[in-house]
Nanobody, 124 residues
Framework: QVQLDESGGGSVQAGGSLRLSCAAS????????MGWFRQAPGKERDCVAA????????YYSDSVKGRFTISRDNAKNTVYLQMNSLKPEDTAVYYC?????????????????WGQGTQVTVSS
C-alpha cells in the first residue's frame, strides 16, 4: 500500500511557474510508476505526465509537452511536476497517482492509488 500527499498548488498569473510535489508513504515507492492527472470542472480527469517505476520512461500530454516536467526522487519518496509557462487552461485540480510496477501509462484505470488533489489556478 502507498499513500500519496500532493502539495505545491496555488494561484499564479499566466506565464508563471509552479512545482507540485507528491510525497508517498511506504518503503516500495521505487516500485511504482507515478502519474500526474488533472481535472477541471465539468471535464474528465486526464493524464498530463507519467513516469515509469524505473524513471526510464516518461509520458506527456500534447497540451503540456515542452512546458511541464515530471521527475522522481526515490530517496525522498517524492515525485514532482514542474510547470512552466502556465496558461489559464491549465487551471484544474491536480492529482498524483501510483501504479505498482507500471510503465508510466496515461490510462487512469491502471493507477490503484490516488492522492487528494491540489488546486492550481492560472489567471490571465
Amino acid at each position: 500500500q502507498v499513500q500519496l500527499d500532493e502539495s505545491g498548488g496555488g494561484s499564479v498569473q499566466a506565464g508563471g511557474s509552479l512545482r507540485l510535489s507528491c510525497a508517498a508513504s511506504g518503503r516500495t515507492f521505487s516500485s511504482y510508476a507515478m502519474g500526474w492527472f488533472r481535472q477541471a470542472p465539468g471535464k474528465e480527469r486526464d493524464c498530463v505526465a507519467a513516469i515509469s517505476w524505473s524513471g526510464g520512461n516518461t509520458y506527456y500530454s500534447d497540451s503540456v509537452k515542452g512546458r511541464f516536467t515530471i521527475s522522481r526522487d526515490n530517496a525522498k519518496n517524492t515525485v514532482y511536476l514542474q510547470m512552466n509557462s502556465l496558461k489559464p487552461e491549465d487551471t484544474a485540480v491536480y492529482y498524483c497517482a501510483a501504479d505498482y510496477l507500471g510503465s508510466g501509462t496515461s490510462r487512469a484505470r491502471a493507477y490503484g492509488h490516488w492522492g487528494q488533489g491540489t488546486q492550481v489556478t492560472v489567471s490571465s
